[in-house]
């Protein structure tokens, strides 16, 4: 599991190499997971939530390969954890608080499995919240201050996740011209 897991993580590390995103920002060591469910009940209960969706994804696994589409329609599409969180957001790193999607293209591609994005029809894979789209369009310079701004406000994997969604972050940045 720890050698498979650990291509995963060499995948998706080369998907943050490519470009600088808010979703897997790696230079804070931060994951969002803002908008990948809804509503989500409390910390204790997503984390509980993860672990569940973590330890079930053992089971679609072999040493050879990943059946990552068995993974996704092992529940219906359209339905929550009652956390709020999908079903297919799995640990990359629990102790770092590292979380990512599994079903993402550039683990798919490696997995050979002939399809570009399990996504597709299961969740809204070209949806950018206001922040995470913003600062795609964002010279360095104000990336940087915006990470700047990140790093100060020191916040964990939960607090990003839900201040990313509901735009809090975007709004205090902008409002003291920071
Ligand atoms: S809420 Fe924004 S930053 Fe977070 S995962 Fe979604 S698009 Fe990315
Ligand atoms: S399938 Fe993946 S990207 Fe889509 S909502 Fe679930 S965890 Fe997020």
Redesign the pocket.
Known sequence: MQAFLSELFILTVKVEKIKR???QLEELGLS?????GFDFTNKKEVMEALDRNSDEFKDFYDNESIDLKGFRDRHPKDILRISGICYNLIWKDKERGLIFCPLHPMVIEGQNTGQKDLREGHCNPG???R??YKFMKWSRDKQDRYVAFLKSKNLDWYEY?IK??DGSLLDEFEQHKL
């Open positions: 995103n808010l979703c969002c997971i803002g908008c990948c949806h950018l919240c922040i995470a996740s990313n969604d």
